[in-house]
């Protein structure tokens, strides 16, 4: 297992000034010489590719490409040292200036890479002096022949924004800059023990336009092929991708992931059983946010379970909005100035068009280090999804720093758990005590007589005992205790203030267990 702290970091570490040279396909100038060298031109466009796709899927897989042995040398360290030339880069625009990662331990398996212009594609070859190495300790690392993906520069050539590479993973540092959560193509049987299957973008082509920088995949797996566009954006507030997605089915799959997201959750504040290091937080995500088609906002902040554990959360209306978010942005709750968990970015999903009824499905599995990602999210469609199937999904992709929108009810901004009772008292046997603190302008100025309730209830167990006050000294922040009688198994607590039958929260939904 490659470690993800290491190859996170080595995404932004590479820095880089000075003009990209290479031009934009149909902009201001051509390609020019000082580009890596480009094969012969062939016919490409959209509907050439899900062509493509579809003619692989009626065949038998082709063997993934074959990892250098020699990769293996080359670890985080030297990876670091070798740095593709600022001269070389693709595109002249500021902002959108593409770059190659080498081949290393990390990413050993070669990827295919063409750029698009006026319709024709011509194909990215390798040449070690697309390459340079810095000077550092330790034998000099050898350039091998081979791209690993891609990254996309911010302006003025420091650092970069967006990132492919790896099976079908892609991520964005976001508005706040920082690497964390991962989204990839698709997820196969995830949560089904061994039988998951990482399908991979085998080639890419990239193409520049007026829009932004639009880039297409080619997935290959052993279930399924699929072909994709992004269509990514660099705004202020968000790093945004439109995504269709087409997928020819192979063989049956028993759980179709569309548009998973990938993140690291080992504890916070509400867990802090599985603290071992000095840090107060450490996770990537802490929370489960849905946009459900009954109009209903859900929270579930994420768990480091005991075991592997798949919840799921249907909508027959059709596919909810959702997202992996990170809400905690203070630093003091976290105290790392080497990796800044406060800074990373929160990932959120808007379906486009009728995806048909479904569920979001939430995937944890235990951790005991924040290298590991240990948490999935992704819409599983009810429909079966059978051999011979030809399914399309078109979806948006928002890297953000914080909230999808601005909505009038009030947030989860807080939640600790602990032994149940009385402070002073003999905890109560056998029972737990839920805290969590609810915040937004719609709460402001309530006060104890303001018929403010919580509406709380459990699938298993019993509540003992629920309140739900202003907290002193805060104008629009208000706190709910729940103790809770546990029964063995898993039990799920859901609770919303409410004031006249109407909520003036989104929904927590907490797991004992």
């Avoid at 929270?299 to 005991?306: A, F, I, K, V």
Wanted: with cysteine.
């Amino acid at each position: 297992m490659f470690d993800r702290r290491e190859i996170l970091t080595l995404l932004g570490a590479l820095t880089a000034g000075g003009p990209a040279l290479a031009a934009a396909p149909g902009r201001t100038r051509s390609v020019g010489a000082v580009t890596p060298a480009l094969g012969t031109a062939q016919p490409f466009d959209w509907a050439w590719l899900q062509a493509e796709a579809e003619r692989l899927a009626g065949r038998p897989p082709r063997p993934p490409h074959q990892a250098d042995p020699r990769t293996h040398a080359v670890d985080y360290d030297a990876a670091n040292r070798i740095r593709f030339r600022e001269d070389r880069s693709l595109f002249t625009d500021d902002g959108y200036a593409v770059r190659l990662f080498p081949l290393g331990r990390y990413a050993p398996t070669p990827v295919d890479l063409f750029l698009v212009e006026r319709g024709r594609a011509r194909p990215i070859e390798h040449s070690e002096d697309m390459f340079e190495v810095a000077p550092g300790e330790g034998p000099v690392p050898q350039v091998l022949p081979g791209i690993s993906g891609f990254r996309v520069m911010n302006r003025g050539g420091v650092g970069d924004w967006l990132a492919f590479q790896g099976a079908s993973y892609f991520r964005s540092a976001g508005p706040l800059d920082q690497y964390g959560l991962s989204a990839r193509g698709v997820a196969i049987d995830t949560g089904i023990d061994g039988r998951e299957e990482f399908p991979a973008f085998t080639a890419f082509w990239l193409e520049r336009t007026d829009a932004g920088l639009t880039i297409y995949a080619l997935l290959e797996g052993a279930s399924l092929t699929g072909a994709y566009r992004f269509v990514c954006t660099n705004a202020r507030q968000a790093v945004v991708q439109d995504v269709s997605a087409v997928l020819f089915l192979r063989r049956d799959v028993e759980r179709l992931g569309i548009a998973p997201l990938t993140s690291m959750f080992w504890y916070d504040e509400g867990n802090p059983q599985a603290r071992i290091d000095w840090r107060p937080e450490i996770h990537d995500s802490d929370g489960l946010l849905i946009y459900n088609r009954a109009g209903e906002r859900l929270w579930r902040p994420l768990r480091n379970p005991d075991r592997p554990t798949v919840n799921l959360f249907a909508d027959d209306c059709g596919a909810s909005a959702y997202g992996l978010f990170q809400r905690d942005r203070s630093f003091d709750h976290y105290q790392d100035d080497g990796v800044f968990y406060e800074k990373r970015p929160s990932l959120w999903v808007e379906p486009k068009g009728d995806w048909g009824p479904g569920a979001v499905t939430l995937y944890e599995i235990p951790t005991r280090r924040e290298t590991d990602d240990n948490v999935v999210a992704f819409w599983t469609p009810k429909a079966p999804a059978l051999a011979g199937m030809r399914l399309t999904f078109d979806y948006r992709l928002r890297w953000l720093g914080g909230e999808p929108e601005a909505v009038s009810i009030a947030r989860v901004v807080d939640r600790w758990t602990g032994v149940a009772g009385r402070p002073g008292t003999e905890p109560i046997p056998g029972a737990q005590r839920l805290v969590a603190d609810f915040a937004g302008p719609i709460l402001k100025g309530l006060g104890r007589g303001s018929g403010v309730t919580p509406a709380v209830s459990i699938d298993r167990g019993r509540i003992l005992s629920v309140a739900a006050y202003p907290v002193v000294g805060q104008a629009a922040r208000w706190r709910l205790i729940v103790d809770v009688a546990r029964e063995p198994g898993t039990a799920n607590l859901r609770a919303t203030l409410e004031k006249g039958g109407s909520p003036l929260s989104e929904t927590l939904i907490h797991q004992f267990g």
